[in-house]
């Protein structure tokens, strides 16, 4: 069995940003530091930086130490407020695409349009925008939620940074033939669609596709997503251990992917199992 690896893997530039900005922040720090919930989608690394000093808060309660670090998804304003209050030192690690990602979301509020926004309900990028523009804004995660919009005047449209490409091309069609006037805004993660377009090729070549990454992770799902929809066998690990060897009897080639808050030793020990499965040595695939 050949093993194909992906270009694009491990941690794309906002998610390592934030994991070194956490970690640096607890080195320095004179008390505790905190995060509000998971400073990126990835268990093991979330893990690793509470080792290091990182705490995360699930309640307001929680929140007391010297620092406050902010999720590579931005945090609401509530939170941050109640972090500053207490004397918290404010370090900001949210990515700079979703930063302005929702930039442009105020701007085309601010400009009179009617705001329609493609993305996961319950997300902290969703979140923290529903909390700032409130019913200013409509978050729609399929067609089906978008075709309930009641669209009046001229509609924007953008979308959650990690969202699906093929998603997002379906609604704005969608929308298009329902206004006269229609503002299509591409706040996509360009490192989370390139993953996305390199699946859309692999899926053409491998027998099984393995996509690593934190079960809660958005832009992950969206890998696998692409590999159920092609009707490749495909399956989503956060760690070695969850692979199972019966999943590749028969399996000539199988390809391996990450989501981007995927660490690149968690990826080198999912290679090492395949491989300990009787696997070749790994190839890089061309995208």
Not at 19 to 34: I, L, Q, S
Not at 243 to 262: C, D, I, N, P, Y
Request: contains cysteine.
């Amino acid at each position: 069995m050949e093993i194909v690896v992906a270009k694009h893997m491990g941690f794309c530039g906002g998610v390592k940003r934030a994991v070194e900005m956490a970690r640096g922040t607890a080195e320095a720090a004179d008390g505790r530091v905190f995060t509000w919930g998971p400073l990126i989608h990835n268990p093991q690394v979330v893990q690793r930086l509470e080792r290091a000093g990182v705490h995360v808060a699930d309640t307001l309660d929680d929140l007391h130490g010297d620092a406050f670090v902010v999720s590579a998804y931005g945090v609401e304003h509530a939170v941050l407020d109640a972090a500053k209050a207490r004397g918290m030192r404010v370090v900001d690690a949210t990515c700079p695409v979703v930063i302005r990602a929702h930039s442009l979301a105020f701007k085309l509020v601010e400009e009179g349009y009617q705001l329609v926004v493609v993305g996961d309900h319950g997300h902290p990028e969703m979140v923290t925008l529903k909390e700032v523009l409130q019913d200013k804004v409509t978050i729609v995660h399929d067609r089906a939620e978008a075709a309930q919009v009641k669209l009046r005047g001229r509609v924007a449209v953008m979308s959650q940074t990690t969202q699906s490409q093929e998603n997002f091309r379906q609604i704005v069609g969608d929308l298009s033939l329902r206004t006269k006037e229609l503002k299509v805004v591409n706040t996509l993660c360009p490192a989370i669609t390139v993953r996305q377009e390199e699946a859309e090729k692999m899926v053409e070549a491998v027998d099984a596709l393995v996509v690593v990454g934190g079960h809660h992770s958005a832009n992950t799902t969206r890998l696998w997503e692409i590999g159920r929809a092609h009707t490749v066998p495909t399956y989503h690990i956060e760690v070695a251990d969850e692979l199972k060897a019966e999943w590749f009897a028969g399996v000539r080639q199988v390809g391996v992917m990450s989501g981007a808050s995927t660490p690149d030793w968690i990826i080198a020990e999912v290679i090492q199992r395949l491989d300990a499965f009787g696997a070749a040595d790994p190839v890089q695939v061309d995208s």
